[in-house]
């Protein structure tokens, strides 16, 4: 393995530092909940290792809300990130292929490479509405592929694949004996019910999501990836064994307790992440600068500047963090051209998001 840091990571706001951003659009969650705003019992918390699966309960209820027979096809991760590693690692060797879409959340494509495998990278383009055509993952597959990733809703860009285009993927991944990882960090965070996890269509699917995205809970760091495959979460349950046995005690009770009152903070989530999207279409209509494809879930938008506008984008980033105090996610994030930049609306308020905008647009 072959580490290096993400630019995601080294320029996140944790990083740059919070007292730093007045106006924080490179956020792609929701509002951060607060310990004081869930209903927790804890004081009799046995700090002992845990179940090196997870919590049986809670491997249940994910199993039940995914569409799985079993909670055994459920494993609880270390936030979504933990998942990603485990299946990668598990995978994937020096002498493998994997396809992945590209742009994407950085660790999809920066773990196969630290392991240092062939990668065939499926670039999705504005042109196309950010559209995965399935041909071109056909076109890319070789002997020696042993794993496709893909991601919906889509990051950074909140596209959301048809079942027609997930069910093409996973006839490829059928017929040419592969696996098929669906990033589902965002499934929660459509703008429609939750549907079952790619997982449960197949066996070779291993499915990721976490409570950080869509529930403003990164801090727990609790995740899960989902397979019905049995050898191969026997596989993963060992990787999770040698990397950190079994997640935090503490994390995982609140996590647990959580998810069983959840359904009480996501039509306020949901709201707040609509109202802020809104006030995202008013902006587009009147910033003749900039144009997006609109998302159809999650809670990013992926921006850019039209072309034919000439902007010393450094200069530009330079002027929106520092003078006006203002963060988005910039396009080299994403392996893109900088005029390019993510917009998280699932964040802040409708005020300090308008006011965000606002400052795009003077720094432009």
């Given at each position: ?21 007045l106006?924080?659009?490179s ?45 055994d ?32 959340y950085?660790?999809?494509i920066?773990?196969p ?7 065939s ?6 042109e ?25 809703p889509?990051n ?23 696996f ?14 939750p ?79 609509l109202?802020?999207?809104?006030i995202?279409?008013?902006?587009l209509?009147t ?5 997006a494809?609109l ?8 921006l ?46 409708a ?5 965000g905008l ?7």
């Open positions: 393995m072959h580490y290096r840091r993400m630019p995601i990571e080294i320029e996140s706001p944790e990083e740059f530092g919070y007292d730093k951003v106006y924080n659009l956020e792609s969650s929701v509002s951060d909940l607060n310990m004081r705003e869930l209903s927790l019992s804890i004081g009799d918390l046995d700090l002992s290792y845990i179940p090196h699966r997870g919590h049986p309960d809670f491997r249940a209820a994910l199993a039940a809300e995914a569409g799985l027979q079993h909670p096809q459920v494993l609880i991760t270390n936030g979504a990130a933990g998942a990603l590693f485990i299946v990668n690692s598990a995978l994937l060797t020096a002498d493998d292929h994997l396809i992945v879409v590209r742009p994407n950085a660790t999809n920066e773990v490479r630290a392991i240092g495998c062939g990668i990278c499926i670039d999705l383009t504005f196309d509405k950010w559209r995965l055509d399935p041909q071109k993952i056909a076109d890319a597959i070789r002997p020696n592929t042993k794993l496709i990733s893909i991601t919906t889509h950074p860009t909140g596209m959301v694949m048809t079942n027609s285009e997930i069910d093409a993927v996973i006839a490829l991944a059928e017929r040419h004996d592969l098929l990882l669906v990033d589902e960090t965002y499934r929660d965070a459509g703008f429609n019910t549907y079952p996890a790619v997982a449960s269509r197949s066996e070779r699917v291993i499915s990721v999501g976490s409570l950080s995205k869509a529930f403003g809970l990164p801090g727990l760091r609790t995740g899960w990836l989902l397979t019905q495959h049995a050898a191969l979460m026997e596989t993963f349950l060992a990787a999770k064994e040698m990397i950190y046995i079994s997640n935090s005690a503490l994390d995982e009770a609140v996590a647990w307790q959580f998810y069983q009152q959840k359904e009480q903070f996501l039509p306020a989530i949901q709201e707040k992440a109202r802020n999207l809104d995202l279409k008013r902006w209509q910033e003749n600068r900039m144009e494809v998302p159809e879930g999650g809670v990013v938008c992926f850019r500047i039209k072309p034919g506008f000439q902007v010393d984008m450094d200069q530009f980033y330079h002027v929106l963090t520092h003078e006006y105090q203002t963060m988005v996610g910039p396009g080299h994030w994403f392996e893109m051209p900088d005029t390019y930049m993510r917009i998280g609306f699932g964040f802040t308020s005020e300090l998001f308008e006011n606002a400052c795009i647009g003077q720094a432009l």
